[in-house]
Each structure stands twice: as structure tokens, then as C-alpha cells.
């Protein structure tokens, strides 16, 4: 059988991927060729387009096609090559819509396929949403006073390299600054926490 597709700029290949930016954006595959099935998750997903994302800041990013109408599928690749570094196709919470974190790197481009289970097509929305958590590094710190509780979550923070400290295997960290009006000694906890922590202290005037 033969084809047609009459749309122009319909991003149905890497190298024709549509631009996007961060948080929604509506798509419509229905009347696709059939293309290759692609990714490593989902058989069948041969009615796809591409897009291109490139991130202003690192971090643990979501991209998700939450609220598509047809069993989708998504995979996100580093290059037109291609190399895939991400994939899913029934995303916990999402139903038959798909979707992941990754980690990825403020000024790197990233291109994003989304399909469809076994030829699936039709009207969608790809979600893309920057990390929340900034405090990543020290240079990042978030600053918090005495006398204070501040609740955290290392789980959407990237792995790091294993610092050499007293912990062993903290490579998911955030990072937050005291500066104290007085002399004396201060007492630091993570007392509370549901998972075993590691706490390190860092300062000019250690």
C-alpha cells in the first residue's frame, strides 16, 4: 500500500523535529504513515513525531504524555543517531499515557518521540517539567535560619559522584546555608527523615 501524508511540517523524523519549551504541548498523529518501530518498550509504535527540547537548567526532568486520548508511547534520545537514553510506554498514574524522569543537561538538546502502542494515533499533549528542586549544589544552597525544620526530598535529585566524606554512597544530595548571627555551638539533624541519611557540614571557618 502506498502512503500520503499532504501536511508540510508535520515533525515525523528526528531531523524534522519541532522545537519545544518546557510545560505542554499539544500533538496530533492521526493519518500518519507507518514509519519503523523504534523504540526499546513499545511494539508497534511506527506513527510518531519528533521533538526537540533543549533544557535551561539540569535536573531531574519529567516528560510525560499524561492526558493523550490513545495508548502512547515516548522515548528520548540524545541525537538523530539514534541513541536511546529513556523509554516507557504505560506510565504509573497515567494509565496507557507514558512517561519518565532523566536527568538532564541545561544546554544539551534532547529529541523526544512520541507514538503509539501497535499503530496507535491521535491527539495528545507532551508535558515537559524542569526539576523543582534547585538547591543541587553549594553554589545553589538554599539558605535556612536557626531554630528551624526544613522538609526535603533527595528523590528527584540526580546522582552525583560519591564525595569523599563519612558517608558512603551519598550521591543524591541537596545542599542549604546557615549563616549565624552568634558565636557557639549549633546543633544539625535529620532526625525524622524515612530513609538513611548522611549529613556533612561545610565552611570557610572549619
Not at 503509539?116 to 535556612?144: F, H, K, R, S
Not at 536557626?146 to 569523599?164: H, I, L, R
Request: aromatic share 10%; with cysteine.
Amino acid at each position: 500500500d502506498i502512503c500520503w501524508e499532504y501536511s508540510l511540517g508535520v515533525p515525523t523524523t528526528c531531523a524534522a523535529a519541532t522545537v519545544v519549551a518546557a510545560g505542554s504541548t499539544t500533538f496530533n498523529s492521526a493519518g500518519l504513515c507507518d514509519g519503523p518501530d523504534q523504540t526499546s518498550c513499545t511494539p508497534g509504535d511506527t506513527k510518531a513525531l519528533w521533538y526537540e527540547y533543549t533544557p535551561t537548567i539540569s535536573g531531574n526532568t519529567e516528560f510525560t504524555t499524561c492526558g493523550t486520548a490513545f495508548d502512547s508511547s515516548l522515548g528520548l534520545y540524545t541525537s538523530c543517531t539514534p541513541v536511546e537514553v529513556a523509554c516507557n510506554d504505560d506510565y504509573t498514574g497515567c494509565g496507557t499515557d507514558s512517561g519518565f524522569f532523566y536527568c538532564v543537561d541545561a544546554g544539551t538538546t534532547y529529541y523526544i518521540r512520541v507514538a503509539g502502542y501497535n499503530g496507535a494515533a491521535g491527539g495528545g499533549v507532551l508535558n515537559i517539567t524542569p526539576p523543582t528542586v534547585t538547591n543541587i549544589d553549594c553554589a545553589n544552597a538554599t539558605e535556612v535560619g536557626e531554630d528551624s525544620s526544613t522538609n526535603f526530598d533527595t528523590s528527584v535529585t540526580c546522582p552525583e559522584s560519591d564525595p569523599a566524606n563519612c558517608v558512603s554512597g551519598d550521591t543524591r544530595a541537596l545542599y542549604y546555608e546557615f549563616i549565624p548571627d552568634f558565636d557557639g555551638s549549633v546543633t544539625v539533624n535529620t532526625c525524622g527523615s524515612s530513609f538513611d541519611t548522611g549529613l556533612t557540614i561545610e565552611g570557610t571557618a572549619l
